[in-house]
């Protein structure tokens, strides 16, 4: 079967806007990616800068917090 002239215009409109749809798909996937990664480095570049005692007292006030909460000793018991 022979297509026309308009008729090749056509199957080519639509895969122009099927290769336009695919790229904005990607667009929108690697820029969400990106988000992410981007949080993973703000906090990894955080602890970097962070003392190790400075850590040691946050998780020992954590913890602190933790034994002293009247919900987790009525668990508990």
Excluded: P
């Amino acid at each position: 079967m022979k297509l026309s002239y308009s008729g090749h215009k056509c199957i080519e409109a639509i895969q122009i806007q099927r290769m336009e749809a695919i790229s904005f798909l990607a667009a929108g996937l690697s820029h969400d990616i990106n988000n992410l990664l981007m949080g993973v480095l703000h906090y990894t570049y955080a602890i970097e800068r962070m003392n190790f005692n400075m850590i040691y007292r946050m998780l020992d006030i954590l913890i602190k917090l933790k034994f002293n909460d009247s919900r987790w000793k009525q668990n508990k018991t």
